[in-house]
């Protein structure tokens, strides 16, 4: 119970017998190793420990083997073509938006242009109803007369003022 009353020196001595077994083990069978020297090196995947990787694992001789390989390569490659696909999909729903947008867009202008079109007429046509000039015009064309007749009764009237 030396440990239990707070000092903690039975826990520093546990850590330090450990690390030393494992540096002497590691001693022994002929060189020293430093860990963070011999990180493992991957393959472009990210996972597949490389043929010139020196870390203490593929030292052990748990390097991947062939067939790990071309799997982990096979995966990689479908991977990448998902993603591409991903991406293809995401560009041909964007252009197909923007197609529609521009649609709208053309749509919008056409019935604004219209309505423009439309709301001119109509003026035209509330004009053309509150002209009393162009209303004896047409009185005088139902009666009978010429054209440049029914113009030229139209412009005396206006310029004497009288009214048939």
Not at 6 to 18: A, E, M, P, S, W
Not at 101 to 118: H, L, P
């Amino acid at each position: 119970m030396k440990g239990a009353r707070g000092g903690g020196g039975t826990c520093r001595r546990t850590v330090r017998g450990y690390t030393e077994r494992i540096i002497s083990t590691v001693t022994t069978m002929g060189r020293t190793l430093s860990l963070l020297a011999r990180l493992p090196r991957f393959e472009d995947d990210g996972i597949t420990h490389r043929r010139d990787c020196e870390c203490v694992r593929c030292d052990a001789g748990y390097r991947p083997t062939e067939h790990e390989r071309a799997a982990a390569r096979r995966r990689q490659v479908e991977q990448k073509a998902r993603e591409q696909a991903a991406r293809e999909a995401t560009r041909r729903k964007e252009r197909e938006r923007m197609k529609l947008a521009v649609v709208d867009v053309f749509v919008d202008e056409q019935v604004r242009a219209a309505n423009d079109q439309v709301q001119a007429l109509r003026d035209a046509r509330d004009r053309a109803a509150a002209d009393e000039r162009l209303a004896q015009l047409w009185q005088l064309r139902r009666a009978g007369l010429s054209l440049p007749e029914a113009i030229d009764e139209v412009e005396r009237r206006a310029a004497g003022g009288t009214r048939d």
